[in-house]
């Protein structure tokens, strides 16, 4: 009889029936839903089975499954949080199965990643999962053997009662255990009891994406599957006004042609949605290149959009028509520094600081717009049914987007099933799901399954950038050089990058933050380091030249500031931890032997910062030879709290480095009447694999704090380091992003 997805040969139904029956299910507060294709594989089963809800499964042949519940794309989650779960179940990590989790509101808590925040905010729950699945295991096995709890142990997934002899597997008791109720007032492990945590363990995944199996969103195929693409205004500013698709319709292998509204004109957006290039013209054919050849055959009139009012998080905002370009945006920035700013910070009296002073250092920075230029281009998968939608997408952020679907779509929140592929570079980009929308809606007019994809032109000219933003700080002196008054006003299109209460503030008698915007139709959202990545470029900089002035070393001059703000605070509001923020730049400067004669073909720049509740510090060692920036260097220290897995942390921490030096270099998007002067890599720079520093050294502060975070905080401080060591290998300053195209 030919099996469907219903039927099991006789074989499959003993092997799936032990499993039901023995398998171990474990609901913990927020505890996953996953399918078991893996271990079903392993035990050589045939059967289709419905989705499980559990975080930790294990099987009577002794298969330990654990689900990573935030979704991957570089980070290292995926071998990180399990590894939180198996330090308190007790396993061998190395013979577990790791399996991403699907989206599920229902049994996960906090599914984003981004911000730094994925272990932070897991660091009890799941450790809580691990020991609680462990504790169920011994009561099981102490009602089997009849012997008290205590006088079991475990290893490696297997229960041992010394006295008897006895063992079992973690298997052997998962029915028992699986009855039994969750145990509460759970004792976590003193960080000294570690054994698996703080040791470095390779990728989980590293295997799969050496061997090309698919992973990502591009990877995924389905039967019936049809090819989206759409066609977007070419300009910010711009909306469609009419169309002519007959001779694209008439391209071999399309399907159809038709407008979408992405947002209705009325939706509120949240945090996560953006609603530029709103109406597009989406083309539905069999294959990529058929879509993309159709696409050119498109007879589009463009109209100049009128300035909108849009309720973003519950705020009314304006969002202006024309067509905008770099250099009014350079121009309208510099005048807006002239005007006065909304005052965010002030402590003591700054303004007479400033008119009594001897002597003042006034110095204005200034960086571009940024593309993400991720690796892999923005793509997701959409079969809309019924009131249902069944995603498999490279996103960020599913809750959010789940939300803005399930309004668009006009169905409960619960039809909404993602399913999360492994992303391919993004730092910000993929938080923003406005393309699962875009895909939603063409499956539903298409009555088919569909890929949605973005050209590689489609992401830079059409993208979410990181806000062009300026900073103007002003130091005063005494006639002995002693820094008095600090100033520091800043803002950008559409967004200002001012933390008004970091690092000076807390550290100085007199000092002013103030900040400014100007709204824009270009779209804007999460870069690496939001706003940090900039505010600490142009702080660390100033700093640097300040300390020149005083006559003082880089980092003794930081570490002064510090031990004030440590001793004496100034304010109450003060965002960091001056000592946190003393280990790094002490460690940085240990471990990079400042202060040591320096090579007369390299010099050296210092940068530390504190964001994301973690802190960086970097010196750069690198050469400047014919126009070019030759990075011999980079010694980095860290602060994150409890470094998890130091393999993945090292990672993280080199690829911040590399990342910081070519945007810092290179990193630069322009536009003239709305649209972006760059569209494809040959035209907007990247950093390339021979101008990668020679030579990363990382360090991380030894700590029992719970971990605090780390993908971003490495990540501003390079951009400082590059600018001071450039100015001491140069003896000329930067003010302005990218530094690349200044040294010939």
């Given at each position: 009889m030919k099996k469907t997805d219903n039927t099991y040969s006789r074989r499959s139904f003993l092997k799936v029936s032990s499993l039901s029956g023995g398998g171990f299910m474990l609901g913990i507060s927020w505890l996953a839903t996953a399918k078991p294709e893996a271990t079903l594989a392993a035990l050589n089963v045939e059967a289709t089975w419905q989705e499980l809800t559990s975080y930790i499964k294990i099987t009577p042949e002794n298969v330990i499954k654990?689900?990573?519940?935030?979704?991957?794309?570089?980070?290292?989650?995926?071998?990180?949080?399990?590894?939180?779960?198996?330090?308190?179940?007790?396993?061998?990590?190395?013979?577990?199965?790791?399996?991403?989790?699907?989206?599920?509101?229902?049994?996960?808590?906090?599914?984003?990643?981004?911000?730094?925040?994925?272990?932070?905010?897991?660091?009890?729950?799941?450790r809580t999962a691990g020991a609680s699945a462990r504790q169920m295991i011994l009561t099981a096995a102490s009602q089997a053997w009849n012997v008290p709890v205590s006088e079991l142990t475990t290893s490696k997934g297997q229960v041992k009662h010394a006295a008897s002899g006895k063992s079992g597997t973690y298997g052997s008791f998962a029915t028992a255990a699986s009855k039994l109720p969750v145990p509460k007032d759970i004792v976590l492990k003193a960080n000294k009891g570690f054994r698996l945590l703080g040791t470095p363990q390779k990728n989980v995944e590293g295997p799969k994406i050496v061997h090309g199996q698919p992973l990502f969103g591009m990877d995924y195929k389905e039967a019936g599957m049809l090819i989206a693409m759409t066609e977007r205004p070419p300009a910010f500013g711009m909306r469609l006004k009419s169309f002519d698709a007959t001779a694209a319709k008439k391209m071999p292998g399309i399907v159809d042609v038709f407008t979408i509204q992405v947002y209705e004109p009325t939706q509120k957006l949240a945090m996560f949605d953006t609603r530029s290039f709103n109406e597009v013209i989406a083309v539905v054919g069999k294959t990529t290149w058929d879509v993309m050849n159709a696409r050119k055959k498109l007879n589009v009139v463009w109209e100049n959009a009128p300035d909108t009012k849009e309720i973003i998080n519950?705020?009314?905002?304006?969002?202006?028509?024309?067509?905008?370009?770099?250099?009014?945006?350079?121009?309208?920035?510099?005048?807006?520094?002239?005007?006065?700013?909304?005052?965010?910070?002030?402590?003591?009296?700054?303004?007479?600081?400033?008119?009594?002073?001897?002597h003042v250092i006034e110095r204005t920075y200034t960086a571009p717009f940024l593309a993400h230029n991720i690796m892999e281009p923005t793509n997701t998968f959409a079969h809309f049914q019924g009131n249902k939608v069944r995603f498999v997408a490279p996103i960020q952020g599913p809750d959010f987007i789940a939300n803005t679907i399930a309004t668009r779509l006009g169905i409960p929140k619960e039809n909404v099933e993602i399913q999360l592929a492994r992303m391919g570079g993004g730092f910000g980009r993929r938080a923003y799901g406005h393309y699962m929308v875009e895909a939603a809606l063409i499956s539903?007019?298409?009555?088919?399954?569909?890929?949605?994809?973005?050209?590689?032109?489609?992401?830079?000219?059409?993208?979410?950038?990181?806000?062009?933003?300026?900073?103007?700080?002003?130091?005063?002196?005494?006639?002995?050089?002693?820094?008095?008054?600090?100033?520091?006003?800043?803002?950008?299109?559409?967004?200002?990058?001012?933390?008004?209460?970091?690092?000076?503030?807390?550290?100085?008698?007199?000092?002013?933050?103030?900040?400014?915007?100007?709204?824009?139709?270009?779209?804007?959202?999460?870069?690496?380091?939001?706003?940090?990545?900039?505010?600490?470029?142009?702080?660390q900089s100033f700093l640097d030249e300040v300390s020149e002035y005083m006559g003082k070393d880089p980092i003794a001059f930081r570490l002064e500031l510090l031990q004030r703000a440590k001793d004496n605070p100034v304010g109450k509001n003060n965002d960091y931890d001056a000592a946190r923020y003393m280990g790094v730049l002490e460690l940085v400067r240990d471990k990079s032997g400042w202060g040591k004669p320096e090579n007369a073909n390299k010099k050296r720049g210092v940068s530390a910062y504190f964001c994301h509740n973690s802190y960086a510090a970097q010196v750069i060692d690198l050469r400047v030879k014919d126009g070019q920036v030759i990075v011999d260097q980079v010694t980095s220290a860290v602060d994150c709290g409890v470094v998890v897995n130091p393999e993945g942390a090292k990672n993280m921490a080199e690829g911040a480095a590399i990342d910081g030096i070519g945007n810092a270099l290179f990193g630069n998007l322009s536009l003239t009447d709305g649209r972006t002067d760059q569209k494809n890599f040959d035209t907007y720079r990247m950093i390339r694999h021979n101008e990668a520093p020679?030579?990363?050294?990382?360090?991380?502060?030894?700590?029992?704090?719970?971990?605090?975070?780390?993908?971003?905080?490495?990540?501003?401080?390079?951009?400082?380091?590059?600018?001071?060591?450039?100015?001491?290998?140069?003896?000329?300053?930067?003010?302005?992003?990218?530094?690349?195209?200044?040294l010939s």
């Open positions: 654990i689900f990573s519940p935030n979704p991957e794309f570089g980070q290292n989650v995926m071998t990180s949080m399990p590894m939180l779960i198996a330090e308190e179940l007790d396993v061998d990590f190395k013979s577990i199965v790791v399996e991403q989790a699907s989206y599920n509101p229902a049994l996960f808590n906090r599914q984003f990643t981004g911000g730094s925040q994925s272990i932070r905010s897991a660091w009890k729950l799941l519950n705020r009314e905002t304006v969002v202006p028509g024309g067509l905008e370009s770099t250099s009014k945006h350079y121009a309208d920035m510099l005048a807006m520094d002239k005007k006065p700013g909304r005052v965010e910070r002030k402590d003591g009296e700054p303004e007479k600081a400033f008119e009594v002073a001897k539903k007019q298409a009555n088919a399954p569909i890929k949605l994809v973005y050209s590689r032109e489609d992401d830079v000219s059409g993208g979410i950038y990181r806000p062009t933003y300026q900073l103007t700080y002003r130091a005063a002196f005494d006639e002995n050089k002693r820094l008095t008054a600090m100033h520091i006003k800043g803002g950008g299109i559409p967004e200002s990058p001012l933390h008004a209460n970091r690092f000076p503030a807390g550290a100085l008698d007199n000092y002013m933050a103030e900040s400014w915007s100007i709204p824009s139709n270009i779209t804007i959202g999460a870069f690496r380091a939001p706003r940090s990545n900039f505010n600490a470029a142009a702080e020679k030579k990363i050294d990382v360090h991380f502060v030894a700590s029992e704090t719970d971990p605090t975070g780390l993908g971003e905080p490495p990540f501003p401080p390079i951009f400082g380091a590059m600018a001071n060591a450039i100015y001491k290998a140069t003896g000329k300053r930067l003010y302005k992003q990218p530094f690349g195209n200044q």
